[in-house]
């Protein structure tokens, strides 16, 4: 008997070796889905904002509200989300985050200006719980492949935030509901997304949320933690760069000389150029255990994309938007790793990911509000593009100093 046993027990070993694989596999896909969800019902509404305004009546400053409240909404709720995953399970925990978005962009789908701020408001709710776990998710069930994955969650971010942005004018004039549909069907996403999430729920580990930590001292305090503050104001910096720029480029665009499509066109491909970068940053980022050089050309990047954005030459201006979407993916791809370069375990990493994307929205919730009343006094986009640069330049400083080679804790 014994003999027969141990003649079997490697085929039982290649078939669970294979069931491990196909769940790994599954779970890769629904990470993929619910990244997809997680910037274009955001993107979405950039292209549009001149056909909401003339529709609503509503100011600049209002439409940058549309991407404000989001931003808010990932500074109010990131805190929260590591204890929410804590006594429901991480897989439940992202469930409520799907089923959250896919509410939030049903409201906007309603023709009502307070349902249209207020389906944003939620959406970005349900999004904060997303930004929070999925990076602990991937270090707990993928911890020899993290920079692969980020790598592959970034990209899923990206490519259909410019989806976004690259059919939202088109697809305003599909239907009588206009822009309402240009907003409403992403709902399709999200909810494809549900589905394939559902049965992570039903086979996930309620309050088993983290991985053993390799550090048994007292628990950090991030707070203060000047590293962890550098990664927060990277976070925030990098984050108010891009989420101004996608509020605002194609009205920027359109006073250089763009019509509504072309300009919904050049935001898209600001951030298709930054696709593959924010799969190979994370990596690169990985097998370094400094990332000084990235962060300076990715940087440098950022500075020079707004600088020609602002000289308003048709030519300069296009490569201006293609090393924007660069720098804007390479710095994205950078602060998804920091949260986990940077921490010991699993449950450090989601607790510095709370910490950053709360106070780091914070500060980039203001940038489109901002960049909008700047317009509404100026009645020019000179000044904050001017602003682009120096914030910039700031994040280099900033970055540099989160790039070093250190763990949360280390004196």
């Known amino acids: 008997?014994?003999?027969?046993?141990?003649?079997?027990?490697?085929?039982?070993?290649?078939?669970?070796?294979?069931?491990a694989s196909v769940k790994l596999g599954l779970l890769l896909t629904g990470i993929i889905l619910i990244a997809a969800t997680m910037r274009s019902p955001i993107t979405a509404a950039g292209p549009i904002v001149d056909l909401i305004r003339a529709d609503t009546g509503i100011s600049h400053t209002m439409a940058g509200l549309l991407t404000s409240?989001?931003?808010?909404?990932?500074?109010?709720?990131?805190?929260?989300?590591?204890?929410?995953?804590?006594?429901?399970?991480?897989?439940?925990?992202?469930?409520t985050a799907i089923i959250i978005v896919t509410c939030g962009i049903a409201l906007r789908f309603l023709p009502s200006v307070p349902a249209l701020f207020a389906g944003t408001a939620i959406l970005g709710c349900g999004i904060a719980l997303s930004n929070v776990l999925l990076p602990s998710l991937i270090k707990r069930d993928f911890p020899l492949r993290?920079?692969?994955?980020?790598?592959?969650?970034?990209?899923?971010?990206?490519?259909?935030?410019?989806?976004?942005?690259?059919?939202?004018?088109?697809?305003?004039?599909?239907?009588?509901?206009?822009?309402?549909?240009?907003?409403?069907?992403?709902?399709?996403?999200?909810?494809?997304?549900?589905?394939?999430?559902?049965?992570?729920?039903?086979?996930?580990?309620?309050?088993?949320?983290?991985?053993?930590?390799?550090?048994?001292?007292?628990?950090?305090?991030?707070i203060?933690?000047?590293?962890?503050?550098?990664?927060?104001?990277?976070?925030?910096?990098?984050s108010l760069i891009f989420y101004s720029t996608i509020t605002w480029l194609?009205?920027?665009?359109?006073?250089?000389g763009f019509n509504p499509s072309s300009a919904g066109l050049m935001l898209s491909m600001m951030q298709m150029v930054s696709v593959p970068v924010t799969f190979v940053?994370?990596?690169?980022?990985?097998?370094?255990?400094?990332?000084?050089?990235?962060?300076?050309?990715?940087?440098?990047?950022?500075?020079?994309?707004?600088?020609?954005?602002?000289?308003?030459?048709?030519s300069l201006v296009t490569i201006g938007v293609v090393l924007a979407g660069i720098g804007g993916g390479a710095s994205f791809g950078l602060v998804t790793m920091f949260f986990v370069l940077r921490t010991?375990?699993?449950?450090?990493?989601?607790?510095?990911?709370g910490m950053a994307q709360s106070f780091g929205y914070m500060l980039a919730a203001g940038g489109p509000l901002l960049f909008g009343l700047i317009h509404d006094w100026t009645h020019g986009?000179?000044?904050?593009?001017?602003?682009?640069?120096?914030?910039?330049?700031v994040l280099l400083i900033t970055g540099i100093m989160a790039s070093k080679n250190r763990l949360i804790g280390d004196s």
Not at 9 to 16: G, K, M, T
Not at 224 to 238: E, H, K, N, P, R
Not at 250 to 256: A, G, K, R, V, Y
């Open 224 to 238: 203060s933690s000047s590293l962890a503050w550098y990664i927060t104001l990277f976070m925030g910096l990098q």
């Open 250 to 256: 194609p009205e920027i665009l359109s006073t250089q």
């Open 381 to 393: 986009w000179t000044i904050p593009l001017l602003l682009q640069v120096s914030l910039a330049i």
């Open 146 to 222: 993290v920079g692969l994955v980020t790598g592959l969650y970034s990209v899923s971010m990206n490519i259909w935030g410019a989806i976004a942005s690259g059919i939202s004018v088109p697809a305003a004039g599909f239907t009588s509901m206009g822009w309402h549909a240009s907003l409403g069907m992403w709902a399709a996403l999200s909810i494809l997304a549900l589905i394939l999430w559902l049965p992570h729920v039903r086979n996930g580990r309620r309050g088993e949320v983290y991985v053993a930590s390799r550090n048994t001292e007292k628990p950090v305090r991030l």
């Open 344 to 353: 010991a375990d699993a449950r450090q990493a989601a607790g510095l990911s």
């Open 281 to 314: 940053i994370p990596i690169l980022a990985g097998r370094m255990k400094d990332q000084r050089v990235l962060t300076a050309i990715t940087c440098t990047c950022l500075i020079l994309g707004y600088a020609f954005l602002l000289s308003g030459i048709s």
């Open 1 to 19: 008997m014994p003999s027969s046993l141990h003649q079997h027990s490697p085929d039982h070993a290649v078939a669970d070796n294979s069931t």
């Open 69 to 95: 409240l989001p931003l808010l909404a990932f500074a109010a709720i990131s805190p929260f989300a590591p204890q929410l995953a804590k006594r429901f399970g991480l897989e439940a925990a992202l469930l």
